[in-house]
């Protein structure tokens, strides 16, 4: 028997058209299984999975999505060009006052804040992102254009793993010959000679990078302009992404290399340099700003206030001056400042902001950076190392000073202890000299080892002395034998 829909659609069949009855039931009987089968096949699967009592699936975990990137036009976050002269040290972590952000990523599915630094050794670039990601970065060494030279350079960082550093990949773009047919290489950048460290507190991951000058013909003086960008790429390893064809344009941001940011107004250009960028704790520092007056008419100052800013207000001392003669039209004022940096300044960097309020109510800033360092490093070899005995034989001990104190350095080197029965030429302590700032000077011991020494370890105890302060060295000699010791 039909069901009733059939039935229907039976009787609705207009008169002219002749089927045989038995055809028409077989064509009903079609439709009728064709309708009921896939309901049955859903019956039976769920009957199949209540009797086998399978676990519910896992939901599917999508990989973030991130949207690609038009490198044909430039971002378009605020930026801030000018790059301050700031040595940062490279832990994973960004301390409050280390770094200063050149633009923040507020679109797109991660979102974070980048950096840029630099010194005399080093380009630096970090990266703040609120979940972990992998970083691209894009520098023209020569800010000259992308497609231009042999000096983009393009560093893909790794997100940061459970334990180590992040990975790195890096390749450069080489248009030297004809921007029409550039090439990318990725065998022409040492990546162990530059240094990633990278953490993960909270959920948010830092990573931070040093580029070491001469890098892609990297020049780090002040004045030089650099192209950069920053795009932030799903977690991952580096070699994850896919870089564009190299004729494909990179639009990027120009980042200019300063030793002091300034903010003009009024027409009047600001610019403060410091008498050293690499300091010690008790030395003293000297500033000069320049105020330089664009105008015909002078310019009257209210006052001009010294002080340090962030973490650096206890660095430096906070001089507020009300007595400031005016500036003279199309001429420039020189303004003098001095501090002693404290005796318990730990090594890092500082900041020192001077502030010039004008008459009109108008202000005129500039910020220079300054690092403070251990005033000297110290460390001890032996040669030859490992040293092998045959009969008498003669050993030298090497003290090397590296001082960073201005000017000269005057201090003393002195063996604490020794093995017993090696005799020494001269006295254990001895002075140390070092006539200028950034040199070094090796102090040199002299040692005859009796023929009876045995093989094995000798340590030493050395000190370097200077102003109070002393730096405790310790070394091992390693010594060996071919032949056992002579009998008596």
Same mark, same amino acid.
């Given at each position: 028997?039909?069901?009733?829909?059939?039935?229907?659609?039976?009787?609705?069949?207009?008169?002219?058209?002749?089927?045989?009855?038995?055809?028409?039931?077989?064509?009903?009987?079609?439709?009728?299984?064709?309708?009921?089968?896939?309901?049955?096949?859903?019956?039976?699967?769920?009957?199949?999975?209540?009797?086998?009592?399978?676990?519910?699936?896992?939901?599917?975990?999508?990989?973030?999505?991130?949207?690609?990137?038009?490198?044909?036009?430039?971002?378009?976050?605020?930026?801030?060009?000018?790059?301050?002269?700031?040595?940062?040290?490279?832990?994973?972590?960004?301390?409050?006052?280390?770094?200063?952000?050149?633009?923040?990523?507020?679109?797109?599915?991660?979102?974070?804040?980048?950096?840029?630094?630099?010194?005399?050794?080093?380009?630096?670039?970090?990266?703040?992102?609120?979940?972990?990601?992998?970083?691209?970065?894009?520098?023209?060494?020569?800010?000259?254009?992308?497609?231009?030279?042999?000096?983009?350079?393009?560093?893909?960082?790794?997100?940061?793993?459970?334990?180590?550093?992040?990975?790195?990949?890096?390749?450069?773009?080489?248009?030297?010959?004809?921007?029409?047919?550039?090439?990318?290489?990725?065998?022409?950048?040492?990546?162990?000679?530059?240094?990633?460290?990278?953490?993960?507190?909270?959920?948010?991951?830092?990573?931070?990078?040093?580029?070491?000058?001469?890098?892609?013909?990297?020049?780090?003086?002040?004045? #030089? &302009? %650099?192209? +950069? !960008?920053?795009?932030?790429?799903? /977690?991952?390893?580096?070699?994850?992404?896919?870089? $564009?064809?190299?004729?494909?344009?990179?639009?990027?941001?120009?980042?200019?290399?300063?030793?002091?940011?300034?903010?003009?107004?009024?027409?009047?250009?600001?610019?403060?340099?410091?008498?050293?960028?690499?300091?010690?704790?008790?030395?003293?520092?000297? #500033? &000069? %700003?320049? +105020? !330089?007056?664009?105008?015909?008419? /002078?310019?009257?100052?209210?006052?001009?206030?010294? $002080?340090?800013?962030?973490?650096?207000?206890?660095?430096?001392?906070?001089?507020?001056?009300?007595?400031?003669?005016?500036?003279?039209?199309?001429?420039?004022?020189?303004?003098?400042?001095?501090?002693?940096?404290?005796?318990?300044?730990?090594?890092?960097?500082? &900041? %020192?902001?001077?502030?010039?309020?004008?008459?009109?109510?108008?202000?005129?800033?500039?910020?220079?950076?300054?690092?403070?360092?251990?005033?000297?490093?110290?460390?001890?070899?032996?040669?030859?190392?490992?040293?092998?005995?045959?009969?008498?034989?003669?050993?030298?001990?090497?003290?090397?000073?590296?001082?960073?104190?201005?000017?000269?350095?005057?201090?003393?080197?002195?063996?604490?202890?020794?093995?017993?029965?090696?005799?020494?030429?001269?006295?254990?302590?001895?002075?140390?000299?070092?006539?200028?700032?950034?040199?070094?000077?090796?102090?040199?011991?002299?040692?005859?080892?009796?023929?009876?020494?045995?093989?094995?370890?000798?340590?030493?105890?050395?000190?370097?002395?200077?102003?109070?302060?002393?730096?405790?060295?310790?070394?091992?000699?390693?010594?060996?034998?071919?032949?056992?010791?002579?009998?008596?």
């Amino acid at each position: 028997m039909l069901p009733l829909n059939l039935c229907r659609f039976r009787c609705c069949l207009p008169a002219a058209l002749s089927i045989r009855p038995r055809a028409f039931h077989l064509m009903c009987l079609a439709v009728t299984l064709g309708c009921l089968l896939p309901g049955m096949r859903l019956l039976a699967q769920d009957s199949g999975a209540k009797e086998e009592a399978a676990p519910p699936a896992a939901p599917l975990q999508l990989a973030p999505v991130q949207p690609p990137i038009n490198f044909r036009e430039r971002p378009t976050y605020p930026t801030d060009s000018q790059r301050l002269r700031r040595t940062v040290q490279l832990d994973g972590v960004l301390s409050d006052g280390e770094w200063d952000p050149f633009y923040t990523i507020t679109g797109g599915a991660i979102k974070g804040t980048v950096y840029c630094n630099w010194d005399d050794n080093f380009l630096y670039l970090a990266a703040r992102t609120e979940q972990p990601a992998a970083i691209l970065f894009d520098v023209d060494m020569g800010g000259d254009g992308w497609l231009r030279g042999a000096d983009n350079l393009e560093l893909v960082v790794g997100s940061v793993p459970e334990s180590g550093n992040p990975a790195l990949v890096a390749r450069l773009l080489n248009a030297a010959n004809s921007k029409d047919a550039p090439a990318w290489n990725e065998t022409a950048t040492d990546t162990r000679t530059i240094q990633v460290a990278g953490k993960v507190a909270n959920g948010t991951q830092f990573i931070e990078i040093a580029i070491p000058k001469n890098t892609a013909s990297l020049v780090l003086r002040p004045g #030089a &302009t %650099l192209g +950069l !960008r920053a795009e932030f790429l799903p /977690p991952g390893l580096p070699s994850a992404y896919l870089p $564009t064809q190299p004729f494909e344009p990179h639009l990027l941001l120009d980042a200019t290399l300063v030793e002091a940011r300034a903010l003009a107004a009024s027409g009047v250009l600001p610019r403060l340099t410091l008498s050293d960028y690499k300091c010690i704790a008790t030395q003293k520092l000297f #500033a &000069t %700003l320049e +105020l !330089r007056n664009q105008r015909d008419l /002078p310019v009257a100052i209210r006052s001009v206030t010294w $002080t340090g800013q962030g973490n650096s207000i206890n660095a430096v001392n906070t001089i507020r001056s009300v007595n400031v003669p005016p500036i003279p039209g199309l001429k420039t004022l020189k303004l003098k400042y001095d501090t002693v940096l404290p005796p318990d300044l730990v090594p890092g960097s500082y &900041t %020192l902001l001077v502030t010039a309020d004008l008459a009109d109510g108008k202000q005129v800033q500039s910020a220079a950076t300054f690092t403070v360092v251990e005033p000297l490093q110290a460390q001890v070899s032996s040669d030859p190392q490992p040293v092998e005995i045959v009969g008498q034989t003669k050993l030298q001990l090497n003290v090397d000073v590296y001082s960073a104190v201005p000017d000269h350095f005057r201090g003393d080197v002195e063996i604490i202890s020794m093995p017993a029965g090696w005799e020494l030429e001269g006295s254990k302590k001895r002075s140390v000299g070092i006539d200028r700032e950034d040199a070094r000077k090796v102090t040199r011991y002299n040692f005859k080892l009796p023929s009876t020494t045995q093989a094995g370890d000798y340590p030493f105890d050395v000190t370097v002395t200077w102003r109070g302060r002393v730096w405790n060295l310790k070394h091992t000699v390693h010594v060996t034998r071919t032949e056992a010791p002579p009998t008596k």
